[in-house]
């Protein structure tokens, strides 16, 4: 099903800011993309160092994949508590799970959906992925002022 913003905000109660274009066709990526501190990687890409749980027992116990509700799961807050990143999907076309190993510690979780999912976020707007095995991801930037690395904050 095609979405605009205006639906997807509707569907999941997510208000967006008035300066984004609600009745725009939500664009859908099968590749890398990224939404203000977050990334999105296809898990091919980054296999060697990223695992996901592969539904056994593990350190957050067995069935730790869950299915995304329409509404969507929060997969990060504004580090002043602001505005969430959102994953949303229609009913049984993904599943989710933050018990990853990832050698960067960058990694928040896994997503698999058989169908097109969705980035929602009230700043940004929206992103589609396309069906497939993704790495939800903090995104780092390079520190000037004190040397080294940080996250980038939304």
Not at 89 to 118: H, K, M, Q
Request: net charge negative.
């Amino acid at each position: 099903m095609e979405q605009t913003l205006a639906s997807l905000s509707l569907q999941t109660g997510v208000s967006v800011l008035d300066h984004l274009e609600r009745s725009m066709r939500i664009p859908v990526v099968d590749g890398l993309q990224a939404q203000g501190d977050l990334i999105v990687v296809p898990l091919h890409l980054v296999a060697r160092a990223v695992k996901p749980d592969s539904d056994g027992p593990g350190p957050r116990g067995p069935g730790s994949w869950r299915d995304v509700p329409p509404e969507g799961v929060e997969l990060l807050r504004a580090e002043a508590g602001g505005n969430t990143h959102s994953l949303v999907a229609e009913p049984g076309t993904c599943r989710w799970t933050t018990n990853v190993a990832d050698e960067t510690g960058l990694a928040i979780g896994v997503f698999t959906a058989s169908e097109v999912v969705y980035l929602l976020h009230p700043e940004h707007g929206a992103s589609g992925c396309a069906p497939g095995t993704y790495v939800v991801r903090r995104q780092r930037e390079h520190d000037r002022r004190r040397g080294g690395t940080r996250f980038v904050a939304d």
